[in-house]
């Protein structure tokens, strides 16, 4: 977890806490578990990987998402088809597809999306060791 300095400290209850000692470097990977902020950013970030993932696979799926598109009534339409087969978005991602440019179409676009995509499973997954890590030292110390 870096460089941090485990030190006993009391509780004016009575009770005996861990307290952590940061270096500048540790100080940027902490992850405060008491903060309602960890699982707000956890849900914020798999929100994004669903709606990114979606995306890309509409990029990669282009020509059959424009049939749906070019077939479809209205709107309400396209976003129903491609809820359903062969695609089976969500509606987030859905309403995502139907709202991208154009230009969206080109590959410096997709490289974006994935390099985002790429940005967001590192963060998820460094939360994820901050967590298991907080509680390792939490339950066996």
């Known amino acids: 977890m870096g460089d941090v300095n ?13 307290t952590a000692q940061f270096s500048e470097q540790s100080a940027s990977s902490f992850v405060d578990l008491t903060s309602p902020a960890v699982p707000g950013e ?3 970030i798999e ?3 669903h709606l990114i993932q979606g995306l890309l696979d509409a ?4 020509g059959d998402v424009n049939k749906v598109l070019r077939f479809s009534k209205d709107r309400a339409s396209a976003l129903t088809a491609l809820q359903h087969d062969p695609f089976k978005y969500s509606r987030t991602q ?6 991208m440019p154009v230009s969206w179409q080109t590959s410096d676009k997709t490289e974006q999306l994935r390099a985002e995509r790429d940005r967001l499973l590192t ?3 460094r939360l994820h060791e901050h ?3 907080a509680l390792a030292l ?3 110390g």
């Open 138 to 140: 939490h339950w066996f």
């Open 131 to 133: 967590v298991t890590e």
């Open 47 to 49: 929100e994004r990987l």
């Open 59 to 62: 990029l990669a799926r282009m």
């Open 6 to 18: 485990m030190a006993s400290g009391s509780q004016p209850a009575g009770g005996t806490v861990s």
């Open 94 to 99: 859905a309403d995502a597809i139907l709202d």
């Open 123 to 125: 963060r998820r997954a």
């Open 42 to 44: 956890l849900a914020a």
